[in-house]
């Protein structure tokens, strides 16, 4: 079946440093959504990429899907205590409604 | 607050038993996705319903069930409960079908059920 790995597990970094996770897929993806779950909480949608090569920002945040469709990145410029929390990409096939949750990156930022 | 709820927020029940965990979606909303988190499986997607019929199933086990009802709140039964089970059960809901911005997906607070 389809399987979505993140790279890293997990990383802590000083606050003011930059920080990404890697998202890559066994499969070739139609979209990819980036989803942020803070410490005791639930996901919260943050952005959906569609198109080959695609970059979209937001505020500090860029997000980048790859060529082929099948890896994506998510970028944090100069980290804030804020952005604490484990992100999670999650990509869909096809014409299916089923997401596919990557494994997780747990940003840890101190002072 | 996502505007998705979901009941109980906390259950503590014992191996073999059965439960239920109760989901309303967002106004408006006509797709409900339950997911199960655990610390070792990750975000797993379990079952999807959209206005009433299921749509799409995932990982979810024989001993697990669920339904969408026609006021499209929804319901995750756990029967036969194991220690396995215990973890943070989610719901979302999204406007569906399909589409770039019918399918962003809103996440409950959801329920955290420990199997003692």
């Known amino acids: 079946g389809q399987q979505v790995m993140q790279i890293p597990q997990y990383q802590h970094v000083q606050e003011g440093e930059d920080f990404t996770t890697y998202c890559n897929s066994s499969?070739?993806?139609?979209?990819i959504q980036w989803y942020k779950q803070r410490p005791g909480g639930h996901p919260v949608f943050l952005i959906q990429?569609?198109?080959?090569?695609e970059v979209k920002k937001q505020k500090r945040l860029t997000f980048q899907f790859g060529e082929a469709k099948k890896n994506s990145s998510l970028h944090i410029t100069a980290t804030q205590t804020t952005d604490v929390g484990t992100y999670f990409c999650?990509?869909?096939?096809?014409?299916?409604?089923?997401?596919?949750f990557g494994t997780g990156t747990r940003l840890q930022v101190t002072l | 607050d996502s505007g998705v709820t979901q009941t109980p927020k906390h259950l503590i029940t014992a191996t073999g038993q059965r439960v239920t965990l109760r989901c309303s979606p967002r106004?408006?909303?006509?797709?409900v996705y339950w997911y199960q988190q655990s610390l070792d499986q990750g975000l797993q997607f379990l079952i999807q319903?959209?206005?009433?019929?299921?749509?799409a199933k995932g990982n979810i086990l024989e001993r697990f069930s669920a339904q969408q009802f026609p006021d499209l709140h929804s319901e995750l039964n756990l029967s036969s409960l194991e220690l396995g089970d215990s973890a943070l059960y989610f719901c979302?809901?999204?406007?569906?079908?399909?589409?770039?911005?019918?399918?962003?997906?809103?996440f409950g607070p959801g329920t955290r059920l420990l199997v003692l």
């Open positions: 979302a809901s999204s406007v569906g079908p399909l589409g770039p911005k019918q399918e962003t997906q809103y």
């Open positions: 499969t070739t993806l139609s979209n």
């Open positions: 999650a990509g869909r096939t096809g014409t299916a409604s089923k997401l596919t």
């Open positions: 990429l569609v198109k080959s090569g």
């Open positions: 319903y959209y206005n009433g019929e299921e749509r």
């Open positions: 106004s408006g909303d006509l797709s």
